[in-house]
């Protein structure tokens, strides 16, 4: 479904990527792991159009999206929730929520329904629903990220460290949300740290380091493997 | 003991960022500071550089208590540092983001300059000395008369060295000293940084490339939710559960068995 | 750097040759000669704005008001209160001096677009104080017979050209003062300061106070030219306090070059020729002159003294074979900021 | 990166051959030699606030050229045309000064009419010694020629000529005692209030707080309107440009105030017609309308007005004085044989005030010119409009 | 006590117009970070369009001021395309110096096209109401009235309609903005073209009780900042609580102290607030 094939890319003298090839699969949950500074938000904000590529293609349903401003990738069926959130704090849950479906601009019941199905997800969302985003709880406001990108009814979900910063036991709950999401259908490009846990929901998974691939497989052959501690420790 | 934290904290808004770290940076070694995405290493940084002041807790530098003094005072008192996204003065030439190093610790007023005072024409003088000295000795005084915005990353976090450098700390503090750059460059970086303790300053870093870090620090502190969970030699650190834990997850147990279906790369090479 | 700093020298050496000599080619065209003399007077003021927006970065929207101390304080020394000209000079750039200092130490608690409009106020409120406080500045009846600097042996400053060798003298100096800031300690920490001021702290610059002093001096500058402005005009207004010459210094010196030495004596006399030959156009001048000045700041925002550095030392580059050239960053027109990417958590 | 540099160097080369281009034309902007053109300067406001103001001056001195043009101007036997060479100073003295001493050196002027006190003192510095030219000054602040400059007359008669008439209409014939104070807060206006207070104290009455404010800086003024009215004058002092003076009179009388009104010379009573329901102007004095007067020339000059200027607006003070001023000035010319020594013109402007045609005696042509520089006026009225809407004119003694 | 009504009428209108004016500076800013200098000149010809369409074309009154604010919204649409966007990653200096350009600019065309002449605009909406005691002209009342109704329609559109929260939801995070497909292109372009229509209904509203001319706009925008400033840059309903501030605030000053203090008071309370408060009474502090 989305296929990256030779992507470079990086901040003004900063190169960051060095021809990247990743692929994630309709409906699957493909994990990219790396320690931090490795490229992995790079990539993702690659994909959404936030950082333009140098070279290199992104497609995706067979479509280059390379080019592509970052509101027309969400209107392609990608959502992005990137990096540190950034929801509009001041605005409340709902709000967010909904601006989620900004690019799609569902109809009053498509957007019941889409509310709805986050709101099952992350029953907590319901209760604190007309409270500014700002003052949630870490682990509720990467509920708000996630529950936002998945409010455009995205093809591809693209969440980059969710459980950034969280307890472990939150970590856990978003984890559980995004294998449920993935389990309904809709594809995952998940970033994460924490590689042991995110490798239980993955079905494939890419090693980075320093900006390149340097390991891909099942994510269950992944998982005991001990490049991967190299990748991250540098043993 | 050249630096020494003890119990430092800091929290935003309820949120702790640093919560209670103590650790030692002894003269003439290399110490290194790491830890997952958002484990505090950057607050902490700030920290005893005088960016923030922190909530509790105190450093001492040189004996002297520098907690909580503003970042020009830290810088006065000998601890230099550079920044994560390397901060330059872009538009200026490379010699002259040297120079501006040399001018922060310069005695001479305007009216020196004005009047060419013989202590303005002495520091003009040993201030040219200096940056050239720098950029020789940090390999890049081809560039000096570049602008620095226009000269390559690495030249760029080379120059960045030169100036906190020209400041004459005895504690230099690098922060991500090698993000962005290739891998060949980090080792000309790494042998640079040796360099630098053999001048006789003390070096501290923040890092995530581990191949650097594990070859060159002689003690590693090891961050977490912003505290501290490992501190002592790279190998102690390696080998330390927690760590591991810390970056891989729990469950891992660092197992050495290697499957088939996995296609190791080489860097570059493509799919 | 030697070829270059030849190549800027020729330059000002033009431009000082052509500043000395021109009572002697403009002869008896005392009008030309007026508006010179207007403008050096502008332009010792824009010298001061130099050092608050070039050096530092700060806009500084108070500079008219300054301006207007220095002319008031000459204005009003030498008048009613009988003072000599050398006497009321030094009082203006004490006082403005004085002025600037305090207003400093409020107005640098604040950053960019608030200073400015905090800067704003402040230059609002000094010609508010000047336009009204009838009893002390006569407000709008203005101030006659300002005087001119008294004779000094054989120099006679009630001559047009004597009076202009003097504000060239002035003149001179400010530019010397910004030539010196440029290339020494002093001015680096505050262009250490313009670029980043977390880098400069991480060096051992102490911001707040070398911005303070920035302010202060710039505010001195400001008011020296005023001084010397109400002594050469002899007549003095509150308009010589309004906002709109803070607009007016401000173009001068983008035109011409923030942050160079030539730029603001270059800058003010370009734009107050450009204003004179303008005159035809009468009311609408602006028609013309508004989509100039947007233009320049969209295209030549660097400023005419500044684009040339920049060709010379491209030029000088080229001819020393310079190194190769790293591939510059993308075009891109993404809204991305490096500086999300490793950010830590807050 | 070359396509660049081009790009972004455009602008300034363009600018800079503008800016070359206009120095050069500076330097041959004079007239075609001698013999062929006499040159009338104008410095005055032709953008900002002022800008009216300064149109309706120059109106006046254009159709004073006009028709001095079709009647045929002769010096010293030469035939000469007049022609009007105007420059914008925004309202700013040193503005008014600099270009006074360009119209002078690069346009040989000798006589260049400046319509504001500031402009007018900054000139004064120069005029006689760093130039030489007259001025036509066009302002009723005194100081004017209280400073002896030799080369200065002074056009519009000194505003202090108003104060004696204007109390005896309202304090002696109507008995009014509270004088409120709401004139514009500009130098002329305090100048006036200053006056008037003084004046109306000494004549027995009482003088209520001063409520002037900046006619041009304040977005609404019914609150200082509010606030005079609640001192319950008799009559207020208003004044400042025509058109706010006309609102605020109607705020007051909106706000139910019934007495009378000082209307500044600055304002006249055929604009605030325009402005406001002319009801609202009853029991009011200032300016008589130029239209009112009935020397030889008003008619022919209202209608040119109308043709040659505008019909939107009504012609006044600003432009048949200055209208007066011009045809004065050429006849000094004509009669000093000279219209290149201002001195020499000045002096011959006594003599010339008899002999101007009479298609330029507009409203109160002066019958005699002071050896100060007053042009006075036997014939000068002032406007009472009473309480039916009827005018009224009273004689003024110009002093 | 008649004259405190009266004048509390007079604060209210007058605030009325000053929210109008400051909330498309302060979304200006929010969203653009751009303190827009060219903001009281857009006031001006908004005034003028105004007028035009009701005395030229012999439109009626509201409808003349919905026209006008239309055609001030292409125009400060246009404004942003040609003047701000090129300038989007310039420093903030560059802003204000083009916004200064763009204010001469304006100036001289519209004395070009309607002289310098001031220009009276007769409201059709004539005679007085009382109330508690009071006369309050209908214009007046017309003014409050408009200023509400405008008021709480920009709420409605900011916080219920799509385009509304797109202006919000840049406001507080471009980049999450952009990642929910919200072209901040069009977001700028929007803010800009609101703003001007909001200053175009104020300029309309207070027109019949002033005069036009091609100046006009110089004191409303002094105003202006210092009432943005007051309620905090960016921050709308700090804006409204400023605009009535200062309007009020004006008028008592006049009314109880002088003439003078009415003017300066915009002046002291900015110098005041930016002493104590740097960044606005009523901002939060905001995370950095």
Known sequence: MLEVRDLCAGYDTVDVLHNVNITAEAGRLTLVLGANGSGKSTLFRTISGLVRGRSGSITFEDKSISKLSSNRIVRAG?????????????????????????????????????????????????????????????????????????????????????????????????????????????????????????????????????????????????????????????? | MLMQVRGLSK???????????????????????????????????????????????????????????????????????????????????????????????????????????????????????????????????EFKDEIAANVPHEVQKRAAVALALATEPELLLLDEPAAGITEDETARFGQLIRQIVARGVTVGLVEHKMSLIMSLADSILVLDQGRRIAWGTPEEVRSDPRVIEAYLGAGSQGSTSQEDGIQERTPGQGA | MKLTFSIRGVGALLVAAALLFAPLILAEQNYLLRVLITGITYAIAVYGLNIILGFTGQLSLAHG??????????????????????????????????????????????????????????????????????????????????????????????????????????????????????????????????????LASSIGINVGLNKQLAFTASAGFAGLGGALFASAEGFIGPNSSSIDLTFELLMFLLVGGVATVMGPIVGTLLVLALFEAFQDFQAYRFILLGPVIIALVIYAPQGLIGRLNELTLRWKRRRAAAPKTPAGPPDSDSPADPNDEKAEVR | MSQK????????????????????????????????TITIGVTGPQSGGGALYGENVEAGIRLAIDELNEQGVTIDGEEYTVEMRALDDEYQPNAAATNAQRLVEQDDASVVFIPHAGGIHAAQEINTSRSDFLIGAYSSDRRIIERDNELTFMISPPFVSYSEP?????????????????????????????????????????????????????????????????????????????????????????????????????????????????????????????????????????????????????????????????????????????????????????????????????????????????????????????????????????? | MTLFVQQFFNGLSLGGVYCLAAIGLTLVFGVLRIPNLAHGALYMVGAYLTYFFLTSAGVPYILAIALAALVLAGIGIGMERVVFHPLRNAPHTHHMIAAAGAMFFLHSLIQAIWGADFRRMESPITGRVEILGTQVSWQRVTIVITAVVVLIALTWFIKRTVHGQSIEAVEQD??????????????????????????????????????????????????????????????????????????????????????????????????????????GLLTKAVQR
């Open chain 1, 78 to 235: 990608i959502a992005h929730a990137p990096e540190g959130r950034h929801l509009f704090p001041q605005l409340s849950v709902e709000k967010n929520l909904t601006l989620g479906n900004y690019a799609r601009r569902s109809s009053k019941s498509e957007l019941k329904e889409l509310l709805t199905r986050v709101f099952d997800l992350f029953p907590i969302l319901q209760e604190k629903r007309s409270q500014a985003a700002g003052s949630l709880s870490g682990g509720q406001q990467q509920m708000v990220a996630i529950g936002r990108a998945l409010m455009s009814d995205p093809k591809l979900l693209i969440l980059d460290e969710p459980s950034m910063g969280l307890a472990p036991m939150v970590t856990e709950q978003v984890l559980q949300a995004v294998a449920e999401v993935n389990s309904e259908g809709t594809g995952v490009l998940l970033a994460e740290q924490n590689a042991q846990a995110a490798l239980g929901f993955a079905h494939y998974g890419y090693v980075l380091a320093e900006g390149r691939v340097v390991l891909s497989g099942a994510a269950s052959d992944l998982q005991n493997d001990p490049e991967v501690q190299k990748a991250y420790l540098g043993v």
């Open chain 2, 11 to 141: 929290t935003f808004g309820g949120l702790h960022a640093v919560e209670d770290v103590s650790f030692d940076i002894a003269e003439g070694e290399i110490t290194a500071i790491i830890g997952p995405n958002g484990a505090g290493k950057s607050t902490l940084f700030n920290l005893i550089t005088g960016f923030y002041r922190p909530t509790a807790g105190s450093v001492t530098f040189k004996a002297k208590d520098i907690t909580g003094h503003p970042a020009h005072r830290t810088a006065q008192a000998g601890v230099a540092r550079t920044f994560q996204t390397t901060k330059l003065f872009e538009h200026s030439s490379i010699a002259e983001n040297v120079l501006a190093g040399c001018a922060a610790g310069s005695r001479s007023t305007l009216i020196d300059a004005v009047f060419r005072t013989p202590r303005h024409r002495r520091e003009e003088k040993a201030s040219m000395d200096k940056t050239l000295e720098l950029l020789e000795f940090t390999g890049i005084l």
């Open chain 3, 65 to 198: 008001g300054f301006f207007g101390i220095g002319v008031y304080t000459m204005g009003l020394l030498t008048t009613d209160y009988d003072w000599s000209f050398w006497g009321a000079l030094l009082a203006a750039i004490v006082l403005t001096t004085v002025v600037g200092f305090l207003a400093g130490l409020l107005a640098l608690r604040t950053r960019e677009a608030y200073f400015a409009v905090f800067t704003m106020a402040l230059g609002l409120i000094i010609y508010m104080i000047i336009s009204r406080w009838e009893d002390v500045t006569h407000a709008y009846s203005g101030v006659l017979g300002v005087k001119l600097p008294e004779n000094i042996g054989p120099l006679d400053f009630s001559e047009p050209a004597t009076y202009y060798y003097l504000l060239l003298v002035f003149l001179a100096a400010a530019a010397y003062v910004t030539y010196t800031l440029r290339v020494s300690n002093v001015g680096r920490r505050l262009l250490a300061i313009r670029t980043s001021e977390d």
């Open chain 4, 5 to 36: 540099s081009r790009s972004t160097l455009r602008p300034l080369i363009a600018l800079s051959t503008v800016s070359l281009l206009a120095l050069t034309s500076c330097g041959n902007g004079g007239g075609d030699g001698e013999g062929g």
């Open chain 4, 166 to 399: 204007f109390i005896r209409i309202f304090q002696e014939e109507q008995g009014a005692e509270r004088l409120g104070l709401l004139a514009t807060a500009s130098e002329y206006g305090q100048q006036w209030t200053t006056m008037i207070t003084q004046d109306w104290e000494d004549a027995g009455g009482e003088v209520l707080s001063n409520n002037n404010f900046d006619y041009g800086a304040v977005s609404d003024f019914a609150s200082s309107v509010a606030r005079t009215l609640s001192d319950d004058p008799d009559v207020i002092l208003v004044g400042g440009p025509s058109q706010t003076t006309a609102l605020v009179i109607e705020e007051a009388r909106d706000q139910g105030y019934e007495g009378g009104f000082m209307i500044m010379d600055q304002a006249k009573f055929e604009e605030l017609e325009l402005f406001t329901d002319p009801e609202n102007l009853n029991n009011s004095a200032g300016v008589k309308p130029v239209a009112e007067f009935d020397d030889p020339g008003t008619d022919s000059l209202v209608e040119r007005f109308a043709e040659d200027i505008t019909e939107e607006r009504p012609i006044t003070a600003e432009t048949s004085l200055n209208f007066q001023a011009v045809a004065l000035v050429v006849k000094a010319m004509e009669i000093a044989g000279t219209h290149e020594d201002p001195a020499a013109i000045r002096e011959a402007m006594p003599e010339a005030a008899a002999e101007v045609d009479d298609v330029f005696r507009v409203s109160g042509f002066p019958d005699e010119v002071t050896d100060e520089g007053l042009l006075i006026s036997d014939s000068l009225e002032g406007a009472y409009r009473d309480s039916e809407g009827n005018y009224e004119y009273f004689p003024m003694d110009i002093e």
């Open chain 5, 174 to 279: 471009r980049v999450g903005a952009s990642l929910v497909g919200i072209n901040p292109n069009r977001v700028s372009m929007l803010t800009f073209g609101l703003a001007a229509a909001l200053v175009a209904v104020a300029a309309g509203l207070v027109a019949p009780i002033n005069l036009l001319y091609p100046t006009m706009g110089d004191v409303i925008m002094v105003k202006v900042f210092a009432i943005i400033i007051l309620g905090g840059l960016g921050s709308i309903p700090g804006a409204i609580v400023g605009g009535f501030t200062l309007g009020m605030a004006e008028v008592m000053a006049t009314t109880y102290v002088s003439a003078v203090a009415g003017e300066v008071i915009a002046f002291v309370v900015l110098i005041l607030v930016l002493a104590i408060r740097p960044t």
